[in-house]
């Protein structure tokens, strides 16, 4: 294997974003309490339930493909479906930042840059 890092990162959001989606789904009206709440001054507050819904389905092709790009990395060093993964990660987080950044919560956006440097050097490494 010639990429070990692309791996690595494709294992992190693979798990990342399977353990985010895991919450989201098993204590769904937890998060929907606590999303509008955080949604409730902006454009989003009429609209939580399905951008959630958007959002786990986001999250659950990042899962899928990050891991099966980690797989295909391993056995053929074949990176088309680590690549996918990494697009659809990077795209999954511009999606949270902009919520964060529609709701002014400005430390909570932050944490997603740190998750988002990560997404587009696997993008970069695996194109």
Known sequence: MNNPASLLILIFFGMTYLQSSYEKLFYWQDNITWLNGHFAKTRLKNHVKPALI???????????????????????????????GA?????????????????????????????????????????
């Not at 958007?54 to 074949?78: A, K, P």
């Not at 999606?95 to 587009?120: C, E, N, S």
Request: one cysteine or more.
């Open 54 to 84: 958007n959002l786990v389905i986001m999250e659950l092709i990042s899962t899928i493909l990050c891991f099966v790009g980690g797989i295909e990395l391993l056995v053929s060093d074949g990176r088309l479906f680590g690549f996918y």
């Open 87 to 127: 697009v659809f990660s990077a795209i999954t987080l511009l999606m949270m930042l902009f919520g964060q950044r529609l709701a002014k919560d400005y430390d909570g956006a932050r944490t997603i840059v740190i998750y988002f440097i990560p997404a587009v050097m696997a993008v970069y490494w695996l194109n």
